[in-house]
């Protein structure tokens, strides 16, 4: 178990989600629940990207392509169900050794941090039930240069088709000045 700290650095403890403070995977049920019968249709919809994914072990690809069966979803109900799921994993997917030792690092005044390639309508309202404050998770944001994004673009906060187009840099960020 982790000790108080002499040590003046912060203390962080990042913990994974699927299978680490879970019994399991939480995504494929997630989406299961948030898209119905649009996860199995939207992915035989585009049997080369499932067969790629499947053959190259690309845990990314599949995601984004049953990802892309919440599209057209209202932003709302995917929120809400994230919420209900979110209570349910609290409720009875957590590992009890994994989730003590989160606890014990809060009580000790670490700064824990929930990292995963989990979804943020879930993980978002589990890190607020467990306590956490700092979340690492996949968030949408996509680039796409043809119709075969398209999927992947309807689902993101800030799609950008770049057909044909020069993309902008970024503005440069400044930090906010020191508060005093």
């Known amino acids: 178990m ?9 203390a962080v403890a990042v913990f994974d989600v699927d299978g680490t403070l879970t019994t399991g995977d939480c995504v494929l049920p997630f989406l299961r629940r948030a898209a119905g019968a649009r996860l ?3 992915v ?3 049997p080369l990207a499932l067969a ?3 053959v190259r072990r690309d845990r990314d690809r599949l995601k984004a392509l049953a990802c892309a069966s919440l599209a057209g979803r209202p932003v709302a109900e995917v929120d809400r169900l994230g919420t209900e799921f979110a209570s349910e994993v ?3 997917r957590l590992r ?3 989730s003590a030792r989160l606890r014990r690092h809060q009580e000790l005044g670490h700064t824990v ?3 995963s390639a989990s979804l943020d309508p879930y993980l978002l309202p589990l890190a607020r039930l467990l ?3 700092e979340v690492v998770c996949t968030t949408l944001w996509a680039y796409g240069d043809s119709a075969d994004d398209d999927a992947m673009l309807a689902l993101a906060d800030h799609p950008l088709r770049v057909d044909g187009l020069r993309v902008p840099p970024e503005p440069e960020r400044r930090p906010p000045a020191p508060s005093r």
Do not use: C, N
Request: charged share 25%.
């Open 2 to 10: 982790p000790e108080p700290r002499s040590d003046p650095r912060p």
């Open 40 to 42: 199995a249709s939207t």
């Open 44 to 46: 035989l919809r585009h």
């Open 52 to 54: 790629a994914g499947l």
């Open 90 to 92: 609290a409720a009875s």
């Open 96 to 98: 009890d050794d994994t």
């Open 113 to 115: 941090v929930l990292a």
């Open 131 to 133: 306590g956490v404050e």
